[in-house]
């Protein structure tokens, strides 16, 4: 009997970047549904409310018919279990990355052993792409047009006068 599996991508996307869609694309055919979770995480201190992340998210993600995005807040296992989640999602890019995800993995683990980490390696072309990259360098008046969706734009603009 075939199951329907759902997984979930959490992050902050603050804001997305080509480097996630990429992930995203990718996982959205690894599972039937794929729920893009937006974490509040104001311990980051956004430069964009969860509202608008949510927004550049699902104007970017359009063209994937079985991915949806979700704000949350609290506990991911938990969020992971209301979405009907067997699967979390993260993106790996160079070694750094590794031992954080792999304490956040072996720690959903132990609160959820139902939920699997499921880690995909960046591309090579995004392993030194991150949203605090792209805020960098647009605060100083680089051109970030190459890393960000082209809808992320001009709220950066907005945001920057902001900032
Ligand atoms: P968080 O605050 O949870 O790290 P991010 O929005 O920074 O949220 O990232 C969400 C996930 O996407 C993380 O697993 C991160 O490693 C991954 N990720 C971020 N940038 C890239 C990229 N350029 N290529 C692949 N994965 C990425």
């Known amino acids: 009997m075939s199951q329907s599996r759902t997984a979930i991508y959490p992050g902050t996307f603050d804001p997305v970047t080509l480097g996630h869609v990429d992930i995203i694309r990718r996982a959205s055919k690894l599972f039937d549904q794929l729920v893009v979770g937006v974490a509040v995480n104001i311990r980051k ?11 550049l998210l699902e104007q970017t993600l359009q063209e994937f018919p079985n991915v949806s995005v979700l704000p949350m807040d609290g506990l991911l296992v938990r969020s992971a279990r209301e979405v009907g989640a067997c699967a979390i999602v993260r993106g790996l ?7 954080y995800e792999f304490q956040m993995g072996t720690m959903n683990r132990k ?3 139902d939920i699997e980490t499921v880690l995909l390696m960046a591309d090579d ?5 991150s949203s605090s ?13 190459p890393f960000v969706p082209s809808v992320v734009m001009q709220p950066l603009r907005e945001a920057l006068k902001r900032h």
Do not use: H, Q, Y
């Open 133 to 145: 990259m792209v805020k960098e360098v647009a605060i100083m008046g680089g051109d970030v047009t």
């Open 125 to 129: 072309v995004n392993t030194f792409l």
């Open 45 to 55: 201190r956004p430069m964009f409310d969860v509202s608008e992340r949510v927004s």
């Open 93 to 99: 890019r160079v070694v750094t990355d590794f031992d």
């Open 111 to 113: 609160l959820a052993p």
